[in-house]
């Protein structure tokens, strides 16, 4: 299986400050025939289920703020947050589903300073 | 508009059985793969299995191969879990969430989830 390391475990960062959140694969989810990274970035609110940001790493779902962003290739993948609002405040996973069992990151919890 | 509602979760013995049931509308059932996702108090997301568009395929986590069903009747718009011989491990909200197409890749939607409590 495909281990999937989120970091910071969890991140305080001010309003209006840019946030940043690691994560990082066992192996290489860069499919070579193709060129598309099987990665994608969920946000989960408390007492919600999770919520899709950004797929193929770097495109970011339909309604979702351009503040957030995707970025990075193989096995190392960075999500941002480059002006922090207050419903932000959430969980966020990485999931890779380039092979099977899709994984999960272990979550990095996102506070405001 | 997508939804997906999650029923079936509850109190259930050490050994038990249980079905979730997770009915879709606000697109057409068939033409997506789907799964279930579980999550423990406090913990993160596990996959837990998947299911082709047409049911012909399914996916298993290896926590939960040769007790856990997934299944679907595409008539009715609804995906199924049978869970047997749940173990305390096996305590989590399960969401029922949908693929962005008929591949196993994202997912684009999630149903609010089910509570399953294994417990004596």
């Known amino acids: 299986d495909i281990v999937m390391t989120q970091s910071p475990d969890s991140l305080a960062v001010s309003l209006g400050e840019r946030a940043t959140i690691n994560c990082k694969s066992s192996?290489?989810?860069?499919?070579?025939?193709?060129?598309?990274?099987?990665l994608a970035w969920y946000q989960q609110k408390p007492g919600q289920p999770p919520k899709v940001l950004i797929y193929?790493?770097?495109t970011r779902a339909s309604g979702v703020p351009d503040r957030f962003s995707g970025s990075g290739s193989g096995t190392d993948f960075t999500l941002t947050i480059s002006s922090l609002q207050g419903e932000d405040v959430a969980v966020y996973y990485c999931?890779?589903?380039?092979?099977?069992?899709?994984?999960f990151g272990q979550g990095t919890k996102l506070e405001i300073k | 508009e997508v939804q997906l509602v999650e029923s079936g979760g509850g109190l259930v013995p050490p050994g038990g059985s249980l079905r979730l049931s997770c009915a879709a509308s606000?697109?057409?059932?068939?033409?997506?793969?789907m799964s279930w996702v579980r999550q423990a108090p406090g913990k993160g997301l596990e996959w837990v299995s998947a299911?082709?568009?047409?049911?012909?395929?399914?996916y298993y986590a290896d926590s939960v191969k040769g007790r856990f069903t997934i299944s679907r009747d595409n008539s009715k718009n609804t995906l199924y879990l049978q869970m047997n011989s749940l173990r305390a491990e096996d305590t989590a909200v399960y969401y029922c969430?949908?693929?962005?197409?008929?591949?196993?890749?994202?997912?684009?939607?999630w149903g609010q989830g089910t509570l399953v409590t294994v417990s004596s």
């Open positions: 969430a949908k693929y962005m197409d008929l591949s196993l890749y994202y997912f684009d939607y």
């Open positions: 606000g697109f057409t059932f068939s033409n997506y793969a």
């Open positions: 299911i082709s568009g047409s049911g012909d395929s399914s």
């Open positions: 192996q290489s989810v860069l499919y070579s025939s193709n060129n598309k990274n099987y």
């Open positions: 193929w790493a770097s």
């Open positions: 999931q890779q589903y380039y092979s099977s069992p899709q994984t």
